[in-house]
């Protein structure tokens, strides 16, 4: 199988990527880095780590480092390409020169375990049943691990590992340990298959026939202690890895999580699961404080957001290199300058107008801003630079014009307007600029990455129409450098289909749209304010509560039922990262509040700038109309 692909920038989520070489040459150990920090605090081994995303955020990826599969490639080529990823291993003491030292037992469940919630049984019987199909996977999963360890046939060679576990707590009803490993085989087999009947009966189901497990308890007696290979111990550690947990029932979530973290201290397991399967109020923030480890991939990336970037230019750089059109950089390939020329026509359209346009307002004021005017018209510049300054001006005027004392008869001097031109005015101006001249504004390299949003599967997907464009090019025997207009109309198209499968992939993702919508609506009227009081503009709101709430209302407002579709509509806003949920520290005595942001690329739907900073305060009653209005 070739190494190579046209696009490479189109392999998304790592189960589409059949070859663990390829999986491995495209994937950046930067990641680990999160990993590193936990084994650093001795938080990662024998014990519940929760690892969480919306979707892409690279969850299964960072779970497929760790299969045996993926670890002997790593192994077998520490010295060449993979020497990065092997160090990063080695940190994490999963592999070192001699050998692989962890084997990771990957679970999916993706895998028909909510059928058990449509038999007619009753919860405790569910309960044991689900147990038991976990038990035999689990089981099934861990043998099958240990003979790739030790390159060994299936199942063949499982009669040569012993499993020394004695069943002193009586786990094992119809299996007498100490055994052979292939005896353990036939017991999980056996364990599987009965389940698999009781499925796919359709008549009553016998209470008698139900065995099941009352715990998950192959999580404590599939010890590596347990295992011996020619008298010796199989591997150091063993590590449960349970995928897509999210798409088990609410039940079933709860049953595997509670008795994982119950019972933590004996095995090391690691969850992993979208966000969206957390409570509406544990996706607003409403409960910080958790008795468990958490990975939370896009909140690392928001705190951490230089790591995100180099881990975004090494996925680039990786990408572009596997593409069989020797295209050898996508960064470079970004154009990062407008041409002027191209819109140098409307800019002194711009420019002459505006200049009318203030010529006009000034003339009430006695010359007071006199002295900014000549300023401009001694200016030497482009037309681009020109039509920012006159913005500028138009903004720090009626900034003036705003206050409510203005000693009128003393003109402002040149010095006064030099000082007031500082960059946040720069960047509010610019922005102003591309809205009204129509410039492209949603460009360059670093502004891909602000549009990512801390999602990594977001960013190949710009990437992927970007790339397309300069195989395009190349084969048309074009420059591949794509100009900041050809970028923003492919990035806007992505967008336009991120936005139109809002409706189709959200429950109520109408309501969702609904609510955005209003939302920016209110951002871009009090972004395009003539004075431009927020200059990072208005792209988050933080929710305030009346004072009359605050008096009389001694619960929180997400546990009033009149709020409720409200709760729900922010909730799967942030777990689906829509909306990012950020704490900011402003106000009285450092007050903290927490701000919900508009996911960038949203940012690009609805002509808003790419900056923090800017939010205002709403009122739950205002929210909800932008639900249900």
Aim: net charge neutral.
């Amino acid at each position: 199988m070739s190494n190579k692909f046209r696009n490479p920038f189109l392999m998304r989520a790592s189960e589409r990527i059949e070859s663990d070489a390829n999986f491995l040459r495209l994937y950046s150990p930067i990641v680990l880095d999160n990993l590193i920090e936990k084994n650093s605090n001795d938080s990662l081994w024998n014990n519940v780590v929760f690892i969480r995303s919306s979707p892409g955020g690279g969850k299964t990826s960072l779970l497929r480092i760790f299969e045996p599969s993926s670890l002997f490639n790593i192994f077998s080529r520490k010295s060449q390409e993979y020497r990065e990823l092997f160090n990063f291993l080695k940190k994490l003491q999963v592999i070192n020169e001699e050998g692989i030292e962890v084997l990771a037992v990957y679970l999916s469940c993706n895998k028909n375990y909510e059928i058990l919630e449509d038999l007619s049984l009753n919860s405790g019987q569910k309960k044991r049943l689900f147990f038991a199909l976990l038990n035999a996977r689990i089981t099934l999963a861990t043998l099958i691990g240990l003979l790739e360890l030790e390159k060994l046939k299936y199942p063949d060679d499982l009669e040569n590992i012993q499993f020394v576990y004695k069943n002193e707590n009586n786990y094992y009803k119809n299996l007498q340990t100490p055994c052979t490993a292939s005896l353990l085989h036939t017991w999980a087999l056996d364990t599987e298959k009965k389940i698999y009947n009781l499925m796919d009966n359709f008549l009553p189901i016998k209470e008698k026939s139900i065995e099941g497990h009352d715990e998950l308890f192959s999580l404590l007696t599939l010890n590596p202690n347990y295992f011996i290979y020619k008298e010796k111990q199989m591997c150091g550690r063993i590590l449960f890895m349970f995928d897509d947990v999210h798409k088990l029932s609410n039940n079933q979530r709860n049953l595997v999580t509670s008795y994982s973290v119950e019972k933590r201290g004996n095995f090391s397991i690691w969850i992993s699961e979208r966000t969206e399967a957390l409570e509406p109020k544990d996706n607003i923030g409403a409960t910080r404080i958790r008795d468990y480890e958490e990975i939370n991939l896009e909140e690392i990336w928001q705190k951490k957001p230089s790591k995100f970037e180099k881990i975004i230019v090494n996925i680039a750089e990786k990408r572009a290199m596997a593409s069989t059109e020797d295209i050898k950089t996508f960064q470079e390939n970004l154009d990062v300058f407008i041409d002027e020329k191209e819109y140098e026509n409307e800019l002194i359209s711009f420019i002459e107008q505006k200049k009318e346009e203030l010529l006009d307002l000034i003339n009430h004021f006695s010359g007071r801003f006199d002295n900014w005017i000549v300023y401009f018209e001694n200016y030497k510049g482009n037309c681009l630079d020109k039509a920012i300054l006159i913005k500028k001006l138009e903004i720090l005027i009626h900034r003036s014009m705003s206050k409510t004392q203005l000693a009128f008869d003393f003109p402002l001097s040149e010095k006064e307007l030099v000082k007031k031109l500082d960059q946040n005015i720069e960047e509010v101006a610019k922005f102003f600029i591309v809205q009204e001249v129509g410039l492209p504004y949603y460009y360059g390299f670093n502004n891909l990455i602000k549009i990512s949003n801390n999602n990594i599967e977001q960013f190949l997907g710009f990437a992927s129409e970007l790339f397309e464009e300069m195989l395009s090019a190349k084969i048309a025997g074009n420059n591949i450098l794509i100009s900041a207009n050809t970028q923003e109309k492919r990035i806007k198209k992505v967008i336009t289909n991120y936005w139109n499968d809002l409706g189709r992939r959200l429950p109520d993702g109408n309501s969702i749209k609904r609510f955005l919508e209003n939302f920016s609506h209110y951002a871009k009227k009090e972004t395009f304010k003539v004075n431009a009081p927020i200059a990072q503009g208005v792209t988050g709101f933080s929710i305030s509560l009346s004072r009359q709430k605050q008096l009389f209302n001694r619960s929180h407002w997400y546990d009033d039922d009149n709020y409720e579709i409200l709760l729900n509509v922010i909730s799967t806003c942030v777990a689906n990262n829509l909306l990012e949920l950020r704490d900011v520290i402003q106000g009285a005595k450092g007050q903290k509040n927490q701000v919900f942001y508009l996911n960038r690329w949203l940012c690009v739907k609805f002509n808003l700038p790419l900056h923090y900073g800017g939010w205002k305060h709403k009122n739950l009653d205002e929210l909800l109309k932008w639900v249900i209005n």
